[in-house]
């Protein structure tokens, strides 16, 4: 199947992101997949895919800003942070003396900026090798905080000692970690037990395939073309005769391509059709190249 697009799955339970990029491109017969940032196995849902060319754009989509709904366990620490981790710590007396306003008030103190410091099982590297490789095999590392943004963050649910949360938050945010250091203010430590990307970037549930529906007789438009997949960065069209220069990556001023203000910072270059051509930026009132993506013709 010859695709140039993004396909949103909706991931399930279990698999790695790596191995869901393995099954979609085994069942699309695909010569290129990837993935647009990881889902840990043990969570659900968004999970944009570049497929073909569409590779080209992913690290355009990664900078995008996510949203989630999750379970945590107050009164309970592992060592991944997660359910999946072995119990380090329990304490279901402090656990019983958080009420609703407690928990909602911890929740509101992580809005707006902070630092996190990323748990040891992740998939950062660390001198070539994986975070939680490490972690296996006994090793802790010093991880350096970053920064990171919480949007939003609500109480959806408390049922003692398991409460339900919605947060939007910028990339790079581990919600693990979010709710460990919840737990660690409310002086009874949590983990977290479910969670379910609800959207990454433009693409929410609403645009998500079933990993089991994918197949080379998936309708044409469950996919998102490159175009629409960035239609979130500025358009400038182009003239047609301008058209092979830009797929050659022949170096053009602004005042040849539009007579407009210049855009800031990465834009797209569009065909007469609406075709996606190239992302490019200025510098000196010159392009310069970041992905050239049309294909020059046969």
Request: proline share 5%; glycine share 8%; net charge negative.
């Amino acid at each position: 199947m010859n695709v140039d697009a993004v396909l949103v799955v909706d991931k399930p339970e279990g698999p790695t992101s790596a191995a869901v990029v393995a099954a979609v491109k085994r069942a699309l017969g695909a010569r290129k997949v990837g993935h647009t940032g990881t889902l840990d196995p043990m969570a659900t849902g968004v999970l944009p895919l570049c497929i073909g060319r569409a590779t080209k754009i992913a690290q355009f989509l990664l900078a995008d800003d996510k949203a989630y709904e999750g379970e945590l366990l107050l009164g309970v620490e592992t060592d991944t942070l997660d359910a999946q981790g072995e119990t380090t710590a329990q304490n279901p007396d402090a656990a019983a003396a958080v009420d609703e306003s407690s928990l909602r008030a911890a929740l509101e103190a992580k809005r707006g900026d902070s630092m996190q410091r990323p748990p040891m099982y992740s998939a950062l590297r660390r001198d070539g090798v994986r975070l939680h490789e490490l972690a296996r095999r006994g090793e802790v590392v010093d991880r350096p905080e970053r920064p990171i943004h919480i949007d939003s963050i609500e109480l959806l649910e408390f049922a003692p000692p398991r409460a339900r949360f919605a947060v939007a938050c910028s990339k790079g945010t581990y919600i693990r970690s979010l709710v460990s250091d919840i737990g660690d203010a409310l002086g009874c430590g949590a983990h977290l037990t479910a969670l379910r990307r609800t959207k990454s970037g433009r693409f929410g549930l609403e645009n998500a395939v079933a990993l089991a529906d994918v197949g080379p007789e998936l309708a044409a438009d469950r996919f998102v073309g490159l175009a629409t997949a960035l239609d979130h960065l500025e358009a400038v069209e182009i003239a047609p005769e301008r058209t092979g220069q830009v797929i050659d990556g022949l170096q053009l001023s602004w005042s040849q391509i539009s007579n407009d203000d210049e855009p800031l910072g990465v834009f797209r270059l569009l065909g007469n059709e609406g075709d996606l051509l190239a992302l490019v930026h200025l510098v000196d009132h010159h392009l310069v190249y970041d992905r050239v993506l049309a294909l020059k013709p046969s």
